[in-house]
């Protein structure tokens, strides 16, 4: 288990660059399994989930070619098939989620698709009802492995366009459709489809290589299948929960700080939430400039009463964000009650805060009210163990902010999702040093 060691209660100042999306990364890179031609990817992140799944991508024969710092070339017109049913790849695949998005491109290509049970966070139950349901739909037949937790389907005579109504709105989910449908025959619509900025992106790659696919950035998609796809050039988007991490970031420890090149225009609610927590936020060009703020104050809504944020489905506020605006809250002025709708136990990190002092009642495992401390008292430094992604950055964050020596272990879930960070942090004065185990 890795360790961060941090001495909070220092101001930071400068400015910051987000990395590529890793949700986006994750999607594109199983897209370029959808074609023997040659795909390039530019400003692929360097972390570890997307490194699992390029080394996942080369176990299963694709050529990969690094061209330069997050630019690498991809060529997959030899694959070696016979790796998914191996041991190894049980163990690959079954560390990352994002590595389920494999068996939309493969069994539209070759007629077949497997995938261990996939990993990510645990933050409550992550069914994979809806992939599969779609490929069903598709005319593939499915078999499960309950022994081995091990998913496949096939279609040896290939997959055929049909109408779909998904039963929710799963990101990974309706990117591992559209990867299918993009090669069947006929035409696929789907309805209730997730479009997040990362489904966009996946569909505007798709688009570039030939693929047919109307209502993009909608959720209602029509897929008019093509026999074969060819290669592209595709540019990944800044990382928005990255960028929605550094604005916690900024307003927790009184910092002024300007995030580059953010791509506003994809960044949906994101800015308007945090203005709604007081924080300042200024749009200069495509930065987001944040000055240093000894106080932010949560707006209550136009009759007084208690602001709500809540995770909805693109175009509503991603549930990646919530444990850092909840965090956030921890040092605001006045009240908010942060509702995660989505998943189960996502909020149980708040007994850390607690234990630093923040107050906070966790209602029930979908919400908290938090009443902020208007930093008339700072929280104090502890050593936690971070349990997720998000609750991991959060707790970071947290410590930043806090009086004294905090330490956070388990650190690889931080480095799952965000580049070389206790590096870029020292860049802006975070007093921040990653231990050896
Ligand atoms: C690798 C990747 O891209 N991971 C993201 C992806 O995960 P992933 O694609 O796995 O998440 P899904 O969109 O399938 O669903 C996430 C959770 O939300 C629930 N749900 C989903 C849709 C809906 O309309 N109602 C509803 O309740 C699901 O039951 C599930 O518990 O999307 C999630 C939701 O934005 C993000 O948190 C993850 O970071
Ligand atoms: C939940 C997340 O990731 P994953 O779906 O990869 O677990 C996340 O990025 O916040």
Not at 47 to 67: A, P, W
Not at 175 to 189: D, W
Not at 201 to 222: H, Y
């Amino acid at each position: 288990m890795g360790t961060f060691q941090i001495e909070g209660g220092h101001k930071l100042k400068g400015e910051i660059r987000p990395q590529g999306a890793k949700n986006e990364a994750l999607q594109i890179l199983c897209a370029v399994l959808a074609t023997p031609e040659e795909v390039i990817i530019e400003n692929i992140p360097d972390i570890r989930d997307v490194n699992k799944l390029i080394t996942i991508l080369g176990n299963l024969g694709v050529k990969i070619q690094k061209i330069g710092k997050g630019k690498f070339a991809f060529r997959a017109d030899d694959l070696h098939l016979e790796y998914l049913e191996s041991e190894l790849f049980k163990q690959e695949g079954s560390s990352l989620r994002g590595s389920i998005m494999i068996v939309g491109p493969l069994l539209a290509r070759f007629g077949k698709g497997y995938i261990p049970r996939p990993g990510g966070d645990k933050i409550g139950r992550r069914r994979l009802d809806t992939h599969f349901e779609g490929f069903i739909k598709l005319g593939a037949k499915f078999r499960y492995n309950k022994e081995e937790r091990f998913y496949g389907v096939e279609a040896p005579k290939g997959l055929t366009g049909t109408d779909m109504l998904l039963d929710q709105a799963s990101v990974t989910g309706t990117a591992n459709i559209v990867l299918a449908a993009v090669m069947a025959k006929g035409t696929t619509t789907i309805y209730n489809a997730a479009c997040e900025p990362y489904l966009q992106q996946l569909c505007k790659m798709l688009n570039s290589m030939g693929a047919k696919i109307k209502g993009v950035g909608s959720n209602l998609l029509t897929i008019e299948g093509v026999k074969s796809l060819g290669g592209c050039t595709h540019r990944i988007l800044p990382d928005m929960i990255e960028i929605g991490s550094w604005i916690g970031l900024a307003a927790m420890t009184r910092s002024e700080i300007t995030i580059k090149d953010v791509s506003w225009e994809n960044l949906g609610l994101i800015p308007q939430t945090f203005r709604k927590l007081g924080i300042k936020l200024e749009k200069k060009g495509d930065d987001i400039y944040i000055p240093s703020q000894d106080s932010y104050e949560i707006q209550g809504y136009i009759d007084g009463s208690t602001l709500t944020v809540a995770d909805a489905p693109w175009p509503g506020f991603t549930p990646d964000l919530l444990s850092i605006v909840l965090t956030v809250c921890t040092q605001a002025k006045g009240n908010v009650l942060i509702h995660q709708k989505m998943f189960e136990s996502r909020l149980f990190f708040v007994d850390k805060l607690i234990d630093m002092g923040a107050r906070i009642i966790l209602c029930d495992p979908h919400r908290a009210t938090v009443m902020g401390h208007d930093f008339q008292s700072s929280l104090k430094a502890t050593t936690m163990v971070s349990p997720d992604i998000r609750a991991g950055i959060s707790l970071l964050i947290a410590a930043l902010s806090a009086k004294g020596i905090s330490t956070i272990h388990n650190i690889e879930q931080i480095d799952r999702g965000y580049e070389n960070i206790d590096e870029r942090l020292r860049s802006i004065g975070a007093k921040i040093t990653r231990l050896d185990n």
